[in-house]
């Protein structure tokens, strides 16, 4: 799963399409939080190294790219992972 979490999150299209209006900051995408109300950029930040990802102003924060759709898209953790390997063509 580490390798996996790896090629994803440093595919910067793919971060790009989940948070568009965000960019790479050194091992860090960092972008406005769509979920609420970001006026700017740099408390939302994935480590594109690691895949952990938080909100610093809000204390949500996960580990991989199944909890970071879920919380992006108000999905449970199962459904998610339901919806990327369909996206992905897993299933």
């Known amino acids: ?3 996996r979490r790896r090629v994803f999150f440093t595919d910067k299209q793919k ?3 989940w948070l568009p209006d965000g960019q ?3 091992q860090e ?3 406005r939080n769509p979920t ?3 006026r700017r950029a740099g408390s939302f930040k994935i480590n594109v190294v690691t895949g952990r990802w938080a909100d610093f102003a809000t204390g949500d924060k996960g580990g991989d790219p199944v909890s970071l759709y879920a919380y ?3 999905l449970s953790q199962t459904d ?5 390997s369909e996206e992905w063509g897993l299933l």
Not at 80 to 84: D, W
Request: glycine share 8%.
């Open 1 to 3: 799963m580490k390798y």
């Open 15 to 17: 971060s790009a399409i």
């Open 24 to 26: 790479q900051r050194g």
């Open 29 to 31: 995408w960092v972008a």
């Open 36 to 38: 609420r109300s970001d």
């Open 72 to 74: 992006l898209k108000g």
């Open 80 to 84: 998610a992972a339901r919806a990327l």
